[in-house]
C-alpha cells in the first residue's frame, strides 16, 4: 500500500499564506512558454490550467484580471493578452507575487512535490519513503 502526501514546498503548509507576496521566488512556467493558455467552462481566458482552483477564482486579488478575461467581452484573445490587467498580472510574477496557483505550481523552492509512503499493511508501518 501507498501513501501519497502533496506538500509541494516541502514545508508546512498550513504556515503559509496561500499567496505569493515577494516572500518565495517564482519562476513562471507561462513565462517560458511552458504551459498552455487556458479556458474555464465559464469562457474566461486564464494564463494556464493551474489558474482554475478555487483559492486562485475566489482570490478577491484577482478579481479586475478575472473579469477582463471574459473572451465573449472582448473582441480578440490579443485583447486580454495585451490588456492592463494581465500586464499587471506578468509584473507581478515578475516580482514575486501571485496568487495561490502560483505559489504551488511555479515556486522555485521547490524542495519536493511529493512524499511517497510504502507501508507493511500487516505491521501498519512504513517500510520506505521517497520524496519526489
Ligand atoms: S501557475 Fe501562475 S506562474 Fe505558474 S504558469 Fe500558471 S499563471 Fe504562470
Redesign the pocket.
Known amino acids: 500500500m501507498t501513501k501519497v502526501t502533496d506538500n509541494s514546498l516541502g514545508v508546512d503548509l498550513l504556515n503559509l499564506t496561500s499567496r505569493a507576496e515577494g516572500d518565495v521566488e517564482?519562476d513562471?512556467?507561462?513565462f517560458k512558454d511552458a504551459?498552455a493558455l487556458a479556458v474555464t467552462n465559464q469562457g474566461v481566458l486564464l494564463?494556464?490550467c493551474?489558474?482554475d482552483d478555487p483559492e486562485t477564482m475566489n482570490d478577491p486579488l484577482m478579481k479586475d484580471m478575472l473579469n477582463a478575461s471574459v473572451i465573449n467581452d472582448n473582441n480578440k484573445i490579443e485583447d486580454i493578452l495585451k490588456s492592463k490587467q494581465w500586464k499587471q498580472f506578468a509584473k507581478d510574477?515578475s516580482n514575486n507575487i501571485?496568487p495561490n496557483?502560483?505559489r504551488t505550481?511555479?515556486a522555485k523552492l521547490k524542495k519536493y512535490t511529493q512524499v511517497v509512503e510504502w507501508i507493511d499493511t500487516e505491521k501498519g508501518v512504513a517500510t520506505s519513503v521517497e520524496k519526489k
Open positions: 517564482l513562471p512556467l507561462c504551459i494564463p494556464c493551474r489558474m510574477l501571485g496557483a502560483c505550481t511555479c
